[in-house]
Nanobody, 117 residues
Framework: QVQLVEAGGGLVQAGESLRLSCAAS????????MGWYRQAPGKQRELVAT???????NYADSVKGRFTVSRDNARNSVYLQMNSLKAADTAVYYC???????????WGQGTQVTVSS
C-alpha cells in the first residue's frame, strides 16, 4: 500500500512564499516521477510541477520562474517551493507519484493553499 503525506499548506498574502512537502511510503520503484497538481474551485485539476527520479523537471507556464520542485530520492520525498505567490495560485495542491515500473499513479490527500490579495 502506497501512502503520500503532504504538509506545508496555509494562508499567505500575495507576494509571500510557502514550501510544500510530500513523503511517500510503501512499495514504489526507484523509476518514478513525483510532483504536484492543483485544483481550484470550479476548475479541473492541473499540473503544477513534476520531477523524475533522474532529474528531469516539468513546470506549468503559470508557475515558471516562481515555483521550484525538488526531491530527495533516498526519502521518497518531493518538495515545492512557491515564491511570489498570487491569488490565482489559490487551490488544493495534490502530491502524486507515477511509478513507471508498474504504471500506477498514487495521490496524496491534498493540502489547501490560500493566497489573499
Amino acid at each position: 500500500q502506497v501512502q503520500l503525506v503532504e504538509a506545508g499548506g496555509g494562508l499567505v498574502q500575495a507576494g509571500e512564499s510557502l514550501r510544500l512537502s510530500c513523503a511517500a511510503s510503501g512499495s514504489i520503484s526507484s523509476s518514478n516521477t513525483m510532483g504536484w497538481y492543483r485544483q481550484a474551485p470550479g476548475k479541473q485539476r492541473e499540473l503544477v510541477a513534476t520531477m523524475a527520479n533522474y532529474g528531469s523537471q516539468n513546470y506549468a507556464d503559470s508557475v515558471k520562474g516562481r515555483f521550484t520542485v525538488s526531491r530527495d530520492n533516498a526519502r521518497n520525498s518531493v518538495y515545492l517551493q512557491m515564491n511570489s505567490l498570487k491569488a490565482a495560485d489559490t487551490a488544493v495542491y495534490y502530491c502524486y507519484v507515477y511509478d513507471r515500473a508498474t504504471t500506477k499513479t498514487y495521490w496524496g490527500q491534498g493540502t489547501q493553499v490560500t493566497v489573499s490579495s
